[in-house]
């Protein structure tokens, strides 16, 4: 095949067109069968975390940086502290009578060896709720029983030789005798995600429903993840439409083949792909009814862990604009034909030839990319990602669903899969916390310090509290786009400074209280050294507007060490719902604080100054796609000081080395035309700060750059809408 001529052509995202109406809902008949599908059990209801806030009280405190309510207020880097003797206690008033069912108790390094919990409903008189002298510290979960208004720890033997040390002192329950119990892990999946085998009945039917649906409900609030059973299924076309992902349930793509399609196009767009977002293929097999798949889409959809035993199509049917796009850990057999998509990142991955490339075309440990031809041909291409670690998956073991998680792997070339059984971990479904819609965060939380994982179902999730993710290793998995939205103004979503955390599939759609932050991967000051088991940030996607006003400081900020951030799109809406300039307010998109973080695969756009802002030592970057917002009214709102512009990369004038390949920018200022950006790149110039492969781009000279990076790079070219590029910096 044989695309159209490209070089007279100017590609870039279009003005916005009116969504469609949305096709009419699934019959209920359809819908009813569908639930036929998901299996039975069901997850219990968990209980209420009663303590978070409330009046609490100590016997003493070790000094002033450590009080009773540093136990109480949901923050696990506070904490109460007593004096050095025995005995210390803490107490916590509910405010009202309530039957209590769990306590959680998160210790500190000094903790208690013997200890008893006690109730009262009058603060005076009190009963016996638990009570040992062997307490092992850490975290521990105690089921309890009983009503109470007060409820005390009494520490009267410590383990060391400082006082009683708590992170936390969590009561859980509800104003009803008897108390929930647990919160279990496992169960159902829910009403969205829905699960075929071979002999299910018309499946393509239930297929078409879902896209008529989704095709263009761009910012609708349907969710839905559609997994296939191994094994062989014939004539299928999924065509996927937004907050749509689809995937297979072997351990290897090939155990779960298509002979047939997933197919992403842009038939609701007039042929134009720039909006494909939000969506998903992962894990399956395909035999392409034509030799060749299509997969047009736009950011924010990942193809990953896939095998087409035939060629890929990146392009929209007509060759219309196309503006995305990621692939990782997957064989494509054929050639793979980007045609009008003017950038592309391809990670860990293995393909039969690739024809062709617009601007900005990278590859890293990719078995058959193209050779490093940047700028004569728009190839940047590394032999093999630095360190890598492919995204979480759920999976069927017999009838039991697991998530597998992949191991961390060095200088990674070619996929995971294709040589023997894939390294890695395998996690029980009992070992999540099952989240579906309604659930609030208290209970999220609950299940956290409970020691569970999450396991997010398609849906829309309104959280009144951070996220508080605390535990090493813990695993948050989001299936069909699942949404976190955070209200008045708190952080949706904070890691803790551990090890091995795993975050993703999901998306956070800021709320319209202003978020200082939305999510948090360790607090300000992190330390600790991650590099043996970093946390992985995949598919993790944050939105500010579009589906309605939403406001947040900074989208995303990384202060651990060695954090691993693999395809994330961080977006201020420039259409749809809730924008303007300052309706859907949103300074930065990526702020980097942590040592040693490795980007690979990163979207940001259209933030209101600096579009990813790095303070960090020994960063790297491996592909950057950056648009600056559109929307600027004049010169003087995105005025930095002396300079013209805030760059879309900033690496801080602290930073000592820092490292990017294949870096684009670029601009298309509606509002003011005559808006000029000094240039897309501000770094210090230094020997360890290192660029390859830089360009920026004026879409049909809607504003111009003067430089490309510092005062290096020609200006770009009028309304002519082609890059200025910078082979190498310094």
């Not at 009945?201 to 879902?210: A, V």
């Not at 400081?553 to 420039?574: E, F, P």
Request: charged share 15%; with cysteine; net charge neutral.
């Amino acid at each position: 095949m044989h695309a159209p001529p490209l070089a007279s052509r100017t590609f870039r995202r279009s003005s916005p067109a009116r969504r469609r109406g949305l096709a009419a809902s699934v019959a209920a008949t359809l819908i009813a069968s569908l639930l036929l599908l998901i299996p039975s059990t069901t997850a219990q209801a968990a209980p209420t975390l009663l303590s978070q806030g409330k009046p609490v009280t100590a016997s003493s405190q070790e000094n002033v940086g450590t009080p009773a309510t540093g136990a109480v207020d949901g923050d696990n880097g506070t904490r109460w502290s007593s004096a050095a003797s025995d005995p210390q206690w803490i107490q916590v008033d509910l405010g009202s009578t309530q039957a209590v069912s769990q306590i959680v108790l998160r210790w500190e390094a000094a903790y208690a060896k013997a200890y008893k919990i006690e109730f009262s409903t009058n603060g005076t008189s009190w009963t016996s709720a638990y009570s040992t002298t062997t307490g092992p510290g850490g975290n521990e979960t105690l089921n309890v029983s009983g009503s109470a208004r007060y409820v005390r720890l009494t520490g009267t033997t410590r383990a060391t030789q400082y006082g009683y040390s708590l992170w936390e002192f969590q009561v859980y329950g509800g104003t009803t005798g008897g108390g929930s119990g647990p919160i279990q892990g496992g169960g159902d999946l829910g009403p969205n995600v829905l699960v075929f085998d071979p002999s299910t009945p018309n499946i393509q039917g239930t297929l078409d429903t879902i896209f008529r649906q989704q095709e263009s409900a761009q910012f609708g609030s349907g969710r839905y993840q559609l997994l296939f059973k191994p094994g062989t299924y014939n004539n299928i076309n999924a065509n996927l439409g937004f907050y749509t992902s689809i995937s297979g349930l072997g351990l290897s793509p090939d155990d779960t083949t298509f002979n047939g399609d997933v197919t992403v196009d842009a038939g609701w767009f007039n042929g134009n792909a720039t909006q494909n977002f939000w969506r998903s293929a992962e894990n399956l097999a395909l035999n392409p009814v034509s030799g060749t798949d299509r997969w047009a889409v736009a950011q924010a959809a990942p193809f990953r862990r896939m095998h087409v035993k035939g060629g890929l199509n990146l392009a929209p049917n007509g060759y219309g604009w196309a503006s995305g796009g990621y692939i990782a850990d997957s064989k494509i057999d054929g050639t793979v034909g980007p045609y009008s998509q003017q950038q592309w990142y391809t990670r860990d991955s293995s393909v039969g030839g690739w024809t062709n490339g617009v601007w900005n075309m990278v590859f890293s440990g990719v078995q058959g990319a193209p050779a490093q031809g940047f700028p004569a041909q728009p190839y940047t291409t590394l032999d093999t990602t630095p360190v890598s670690r492919e995204k979480p998956f759920l999976y069927l073991d017999g009838a039991n669903y697991k998530v597998f998680v992949p191991a961390k792997r060095t200088n990674a070339r070619g996929t995971s899969w294709g040589n023997g059984a894939p390294q890695g971990d395998s996690i029980s479904l009992d070992q999540f916390y099952v989240v579906k819609p309604g659930a609030t965060a208290s209970t999220i939380n609950a299940a956290l310090a409970q020691g569970l994982n999450l396991l997010f179902t398609p849906g829309i999730y309104h959280v009144d509290q951070s996220i508080n993710v605390t535990r090493a290793n813990t695993v948050v998995l989001g299936l069909g786009l699942a949404t976190i939205v955070p209200d008045n103004g708190v952080t949706a979503m904070k890691v803790s400074d551990v090890d091995g955390v795993k975050l993703a599939g999901f998306l956070i759609d800021a709320g319209t209280v202003n978020s200082n932050t939305l999510l948090e991967v360790g607090p300000s000051g992190a330390t600790a050294s991650h590099a043996a088991n970093p946390t992985t940030v995949q598919d993790v996607f944050v939105r500010i507007g579009g589906a309605g006003a939403g406001k947040a400081t900074t989208s995303m900020v990384i202060n651990s060490k060695d954090t691993i951030i693999d395809h994330t799109w961080l977006w201020r809406a420039d259409h749809g719902a809730g924008i303007g300039w300052d309706t859907n307010r949103a300074d930065y998109g990526l702020k980097v604080n942590g040592a040693n973080v490795l980007a690979t695969g990163l979207f940001v756009e259209h933030f209101n100054k600096y579009d990813v802002q790095w303070s960090g030592e020994n960063g790297k970057t491996i592909f950057f796609q950056n648009e600056k917002a559109y929307d600027a009214p004049n010169q003087a709102s995105v005025q930095n000081g002396s300079v013209k512009g805030f760059a879309a990369y900033k690496v801080d004038d602290s930073v000592n080395t820092h490292e990017g390949w294949g870096l684009g920018s670029y601009c298309n200022f509606t509002s003011d035309p005559t808006i000029q950006q000094d240039h897309g790149f501000e770094v210090p110039v230094k020997s360890g700060v290192k660029f390859h492969d830089l360009l920026v781009v004026s879409l049909g000279g809607m504003g111009q750059y003067n430089h490309v990076i510092n005062n290096t790079g020609s200006p770009t070219s009028g309304t002519s809408t082609v890059p200025s590029n910078v082979t190498s910096f310094p």
